[in-house]
């Protein structure tokens, strides 16, 4: 199994200002991922963390606004720039990790974010 | 355009009455898991169907993968208030890179 952890578990930032997100897995782990889910809404991925390179964004996601790192195989940091109101939404950590012969997903248990 | 759709949208039903919801995928799935939500809260994994023609059950709720294992539909049997919440199917996706995504989301009221 895998324990995730995020920093903060929530927070309140005025529009214009930038905030960053940490997960931390208890094991070393495949791949981590970031997720958005907006009020109501559904999840949807933001990008893939590659641990020593730039991650990988899905569609209408970019660096510039959500620039990610991945410095090792347990660790990952989720950034928000320069927020506005419609950023508001819970940011989720997701991991997948080789257990035997196939992989398991986990997740963490998200940073709700409320831009004012 | 979303990979994996689900339908309906939004259900109200009255307590009691049986209930279907649907998720497509536009590529074939190699696993499809069902999730249950309440807004501000973790994911409840309810089930997950891996081979073509599966069903599982759990409690009132059962789902399956379609033969061609493209749609799943995730019924609810005689429903109860605590039922109500959103239900989210997801899947993983192998095509070049790993992904794993998320249905579009179906949220479910039901009516005491």
Redesign the interface.
């Known amino acids: 199994s895998a324990v995730i952890s995020q920093k903060p578990s929530r927070d309140i930032c005025q529009r214009g200002t930038s905030l960053t997100i940490q997960c931390q897995v208890d094991s070393q782990v495949t791949m981590m991922f970031w997720y958005r889910q907006q009020p109501g809404q559904s999840l949807t991925l933001i990008a893939t963390a590659n641990q020593g390179s730039e991650a990988t964004y899905e569609s209408g996601f970019v660096i510039d606004k959500f620039p990610i790192s991945r410095p090792n195989l347990t660790f990952s940091t989720l950034t928000v720039s320069n927020m506005s109101p419609e950023d508001s939404s819970i940011y989720l950590c997701s991991v997948i990790k080789l257990q035997g012969i196939s992989y398991e997903q986990y997740f963490g248990p998200g940073t709700r974010l409320t831009v004012t | 355009s979303q990979e994996l759709e689900?339908s309906p949208q939004s259900l109200i039903v009255q307590e009691g009455k049986n209930l279907t919801i649907n998720c497509t995928s536009s590529k074939t799935l190699y696993g499809l898991y069902w999730y249950k939500q309440k807004?501000?809260e973790?994911?409840i994994f309810l089930m997950m169907l891996q081979k073509g023609g599966e069903e599982k059950s759990h409690e009132k709720i059962t789902a399956k993968l379609d033969e061609k294992k493209q749609q799943s539909s995730l019924h609810i049997t005689a429903s109860q208030p605590s039922h109500a919440g959103?239900y989210?199917c997801g899947a993983?996706y192998t095509s070049g890179?790993?992904?794993?995504?998320?249905?579009?989301?179906t949220?479910l009221k039901v009516l005491a």
């Open positions: 689900q807004y501000g973790g994911l959103i989210l993983a890179t790993y992904k794993y995504i998320f249905g579009t989301g949220r």
